[in-house]
């Protein structure tokens, strides 16, 4: 390194810290503990206002709201941590608790730009992508937050955002692990619900299907028809009323 | 020899101790700057390296990482990073950087200068094992401390950039890695 150059180097970096500016640089807000490891069926939501941030992170929900319809219903442990970032970081999850297997994560852009981010030890297949617009900002994060889950293993993990120089985010991340499927029992003493890890089926199996006019309808397929290929009948959790067909092929 | 460790001058920086930072400068910037000439493709390029990495450990200050009471590890994985894209780093800091001297031109990049070109085929989480195991010697205990990760993860990812650098496509790299 030349000297001038490497003396000046050394006076920024000196200066910079000597200087210390008091607008914290980062926040990082712990919320509330938002559900018990046997919680709330359904996402919650965690306000959070970042310390030194110019405007209100708006409240956060973590995870779609899970019926039978949906793929995978979480449990979520501990805190939701929410942290407001500034173009790239790279942050510690710290360490997977015991019995999570999930990282569940929630992006939301607050400035317009191009965004990816992902587990550190995750390679390309983890990276999402996600190209923020004004119009999507304003539609604001409720509408139209970005959520995945990842499975990772047990240990420390970090975390990495790239975004623009300025570009601005917030990013809510929950250890999670699926929760174990319970099936609800109708007037008739039939079982309903989804599929169980162990690939058990309740009487009545948790479907999508279609209406007769063809648009997509949830229903229950009678699982002693499971095994028939071609248009089975879809029925309500009563498992009479017929509310739309779906094709076994 | 100053016996003060990177982790007790960090902390003095960070009770605002400028003189403190400017200390571990001193330390490790030869050492980040010889990295650095192996990732960019030339001088001016490795200069900005090195300075964008200091600053980047001042601004991730509350989350940079010691391994056994040193930055150096955790200052080449950022410097690693920060050549993986130079223009970018460079215009986080670009009030900073155009204040500084021109740095020296077009001193011709040390024979290791295209490293980077063979470890263009790797992930980023792989580059950081290969260069911290076969460039920089450490071993997989201090990295997997420098990146936070198992010990375990570390011997995989090596493994398996090993195995992609085989592949044909950095013979002299690979020459370095079977060493």
Not at chain 2, 148 to 172: D, F, H, N, Y
Request: net charge negative; proline share 5%; hydrophobic share 40%.
């Amino acid at each position: 390194m030349s000297n001038d150059y490497n003396a000046a180097v050394r006076r920024m970096l000196v200066d910079n810290v000597s200087v210390r500016r008091q607008v914290p640089r980062r926040a990082l807000v712990v919320g509330a503990l938002i559900f018990a490891i046997s919680g709330a069926a359904t996402g919650g939501a965690v306000a959070a206002i970042a310390p030194g941030s110019e405007r209100p992170v708006e409240p956060y929900v973590i995870g779609t709201p899970a019926n039978d319809f949906t793929t995978t219903p979480l449990d979520y442990f501990g805190e939701t941590v929410v942290r407001t970032g500034t173009g790239d970081e790279t942050f510690d999850l710290g360490e997977r608790p015991n019995g999570a297997t999930l990282l569940a994560v929630e992006f939301q852009c607050t400035s317009p730009g191009e965004f990816s981010w992902k587990p550190a030890d995750f390679e390309t297949e983890g990276h999402q992508t996600y190209t923020c617009t004004e119009e999507r900002i304003a539609a604001g994060p409720a509408a139209d937050a970005a959520r995945i889950t990842y499975e990772l293993g047990a240990g420390s993990h970090s975390f990495v955002v790239e975004a623009g120089p300025n570009a601005t985010w917030t990013l809510s991340t929950t250890w999670a692990r699926p929760r174990p499927i319970e099936w609800k029992t109708n007037d008739s003493g039939q079982t309903y619900g989804m599929r169980k890890s162990d690939d058990t089926v309740p009487d009545l199996l948790a479907q999508v299907g279609t209406n007769e006019v063809g648009n997509s309808v949830e229903g229950y397929l009678r699982s002693a028809e499971l095994g028939r290929p071609g248009v089975l009948k879809l029925y309500a959790s009563d498992g009479v009323t017929v509310v739309g067909n779906f094709r076994n092929d | 020899m100053d016996a003060a460790t990177d982790a007790s001058l960090w902390a003095s920086a960070l009770a605002g101790d400028g003189e403190a930072f400017g200390q571990i400068f001193d330390r490790h910037r030869d050492r980040v700057l010889r990295h650095s000439l192996r990732l960019v493709p030339s001088w001016h390029d490795a200069e900005e390296v090195v300075a964008v990495t200091f600053l980047e450990a001042w601004r991730k200050r509350d989350r940079v990482r010691f391994v056994d009471g040193s930055l150096l590890p955790w200052l080449l994985v950022t410097a690693t990073n920060v050549a993986r894209n130079v223009s970018r780093g460079a215009r986080r800091y670009a009030a900073l950087l155009e204040k500084l001297p021109a740095p020296l031109a077009s001193i011709p990049s040390s024979t290791e200068g295209s490293a980077i070109e063979a470890l263009r085929v790797l992930s980023l989480s792989d580059r950081q094992v290969i260069t911290l195991s076969v460039l920089e010697g450490f071993s997989e205990a201090e990295i997997a401390a420098a990146l936070g990760i198992a010990r375990g993860t570390v011997k995989s990812r090596l493994s398996r950039a090993k195995k992609r650098l085989a592949s044909g496509l950095a013979p002299a790299l690979l020459e370095r890695t079977s060493s």
